[in-house]
């Protein structure tokens, strides 16, 4: 069972490093400081609070920029307001589940200190309503998709797009790129209002 003090979670609430070093990187076998995560975690409060409407990110693999972006800054967004809805694109349906699973773990160990609960009604394993402790709904959701997946009908407060691509030589040809940005442009932007960020 985990106890946070009402200290620790002010701290954690007001700082996304600090949200993502003792919620989410806890788990890792090696959680130690990472100047590189603090300072994309000093862009993503910029994000968060309007400075700019997007943000690129371009790190090495095995960085823990999926686990900065795609598991804490959906969960400390809903934390601090469950109205917001969030679209994850990750390169396959199979990963979007992945994370999926890994972000309800966290949405049930961590909502009842935030008063956000995943709603009984509405979730999947890609999909994620959310409400209070009498279970009265909230209006932000999660849904996460497969890069050239469906994600019509679906507005969003925010779009993660995560490693659109799975790195396979056959994704890389000139024509297989082309299909990835006009997917991105036709279905993706389609979906961006002017909050969108």
Known sequence: LVIM????????????????R???????????????IQSLSKELMKLYRGDYHRLCVAMPPRHAKSSMISLAFPLWLIFHNP??????INNSSELSMKFGLELRE?????????????SKLKQSQTFFKFCDSEEKLYNGSVRLVGASGSITGHDADYIIVD???????EELTPTALQKKVDWFNIIVEQ???????
């Open 191 to 197: 979906r961006i209002e002017p909050h969108t960020r």
């Open 5 to 20: 003090e009402d200290k620790r979670i002010e701290q954690v609430v007001n700082d996304l490093y600090s949200f993502y």
């Open 163 to 169: 490693d659109p691509y799975k790195g396979l030589a």
């Open 83 to 88: 109205n917001l809805n969030i679209l994850i």
């Open 22 to 36: 003792g919620l989410v990187a806890k788990k890792f076998t090696e959680n130690v400081p990472a100047p590189h």
């Open 106 to 118: 966290m949405f049930y160990e961590y909502g009842k200190y935030f008063n956000v609960y995943l």
